[in-house]
């Protein structure tokens, strides 16, 4: 865990009694490839996701790919100039307001940390203004962290196989949801084998999470 974001974490004011749900956001809360895809579009690029990875999506008008400096400089131009517009996931934020009602809600999110503020006004935008932690790097170290501070159950929704198999490891016995809002991201997605459950929206998550925080 990078130290602004132990930062972060040790700021956050919990109840350790109450329920904790620890939620992603690009592909869970926003919409990510989607909004990369149009916004390469309108810069002459083309944008086919066939796998769950950015590397050999994005090609030229001739059909050659991007390299791989080329895609990390797409990224990152487009985090930077988009992070503030990025579309809500259908059925998020209902679901959140809901969920809050039985549980305190952080939002984990590895976007860079000079689009923090970008990411709040988004979000809030959607009705989501919840907590924001800044991570980099797998998501397990700070799971880990928040159950040292939270002796309630514990949830956690990303759509990153690595992300979930890393908090299996540092925080085994939280819930741990495999779930994306994207239907594009959804047809690609490969099953994290440590995944507690893999539902298929918004409704579905909703549900189960109600029944595990009851």
Not at 3 to 15: D, G, I, M, R, Y
Not at 58 to 74: K, M
Not at 147 to 159: G, H, K, L, M, S
Request: charged share 15%; aromatic share 6%; hydrophobic share 45%.
């Amino acid at each position: 865990m990078i130290p602004e974001t132990a930062q972060q974490v040790a700021a956050l004011a919990l109840q350790p009694d109450r329920p904790l749900v620890v939620v992603d956001a690009d592909e869970v809360l926003v919409h990510f490839a989607l909004p990369f895809g149009s916004w390469l579009e309108r810069r002459d690029w083309r944008f086919g996701l066939h796998e769950y990875q950015l590397d050999r999506a994005i090609s030229r008008a001739d059909g050659s790919n991007a390299t791989a400096l080329e895609t990390h400089h797409l990224i990152m131009d487009f985090i930077a100039d988009q992070t503030l517009h990025q579309p809500a996931t259908a059925g998020a934020a209902a679901a959140l307001a809901s969920i809050a009602r039985q549980a305190q809600i952080v939002v984990l999110t590895n976007v860079p940390l000079p689009q923090r503020e970008h990411r709040q006004i988004n979000l809030a935008g959607h009705a989501m203004a919840y907590p924001i932690i800044v991570n980099e790097g797998p998501k397990g170290p700070a799971l880990a962290e928040f159950a040292c501070r939270v002796t309630a159950p514990i949830a956690f929704i990303d759509d990153n196989p690595g992300q979930i198999d890393s908090a299996a490891v540092h925080a085994p016995h939280i819930l741990r949801f495999q779930f994306t809002g994207c239907d594009l991201v959804r047809a690609v997605l490969p099953p994290a084998n440590s995944a507690s459950l893999r539902p298929q929206n918004w409704t579905e998550l909703q549900n189960e999470l109600s029944n595990f925080l009851a």
